[in-house]
């Protein structure tokens, strides 16, 4: 069963023919507090699945790892309310500015530097547009409860990685962590998203050495300057036939 949804939820619909009383499923929010080396870090909104990989993927999103071999231990409670996380270094100091994040479940990040892509990475757009569509069918949380954004890492031809959130932010870290997890090279790949693409996200996204980004939707101003000066072509609208691209147009033979 997939997770990371509550089915059986009462509603009332409304249409043309009046009132029915009915059930449906709605995403589920839980709010997941991260401790590492038995410190407070910080506490996030999210999907309850893959929390692994949504700490993981912070962690290092945020510099505190460098890697899956700076964690000795993650434990993650058993009413998903908490993950406690040790580290080898038991004495690393952890950052205390945060920095409230565009992201729709109220992200936080600490991070607010990028490091530029160092990539030669060349991709068509009809390339584009086609991991687009093959993306979209594999949203499998969405299929069932609608309400939640996705992302995905994928190569030139096929995705590789999928996750789903109610945070946008969320969906990189989870895709992240599973990357650390299971030693999938995100460097010259291309991450793909149905939300707004953020300056936030960008960030994230330079942290992987990821090229493109790829949205059916709008970047944010930010976003489109950080895209600039991180090497990243930013695509946006990548919807049927069509695509915009605000940054970096070389990456797609322009």
């Known amino acids: 069963m997939i997770k990371g949804y509550q089915p059986d939820i009462h509603c009332d619909r409304f249409s043309d023919a009046g009132w029915v009383s009915t059930s449906t499923s709605v995403p589920d929010e839980a709010q997941i507090t991260i401790f590492v080396n038995q410190q407070e870090l910080v506490t996030v909104l999210c ?15 945020e510099g505190i790892i460098s890697g899956i071999g700076d964690v000795t231990s993650m434990r993650v ?32 990040a600490f991070t607010i530097e990028g490091r530029k892509v160092d990539s030669n990475l060349v991709v068509k757009p009809a390339q584009i547009l086609s991991l687009m569509k093959q993306f979209l ?32 932010h969320n969906t990189l870290d989870k895709i992240h962590g599973e990357c650390l997890m ?43 300057g950080l895209a600039n000066d991180l090497n990243i072509a930013l695509i946006g609208y990548a919807r049927g036939r069509h695509l915009s691209v605000y940054s970096h147009p070389k990456r797609l033979g322009r």
Request: charged share 25%.
């Open 47 to 61: 999907t309850p699945n893959k929390l692994n990989y949504l700490v993981l993927g912070f962690l290092y999103a």
């Open 137 to 168: 069918m594999q949203m499998e949380l969405y299929k069932h409860c609608g309400g939640v954004h996705a992302s995905a890492l994928c190569d030139t031809i096929k995705t590789l990685v999928v996750s789903e959130d109610i945070g946008r």
């Open 182 to 224: 299971r030693k999938i090279q995100t460097k010259d790949k291309l991450l793909i998203s149905t939300g707004r693409v953020s300056s936030e996200m960008l960030l994230k996204a330079a942290r992987m050495q990821v090229p493109i980004v790829v949205s059916r939707t709008s970047p944010t101003g930010r976003a489109v």
């Open 77 to 108: 409670c058993d009413d998903e309310s908490e993950v406690d996380v040790r580290l080898k270094n038991a004495e690393l100091e952890l950052p205390t500015v945060r920095t409230l994040t565009s992201g729709c479940s109220g992200g936080v």
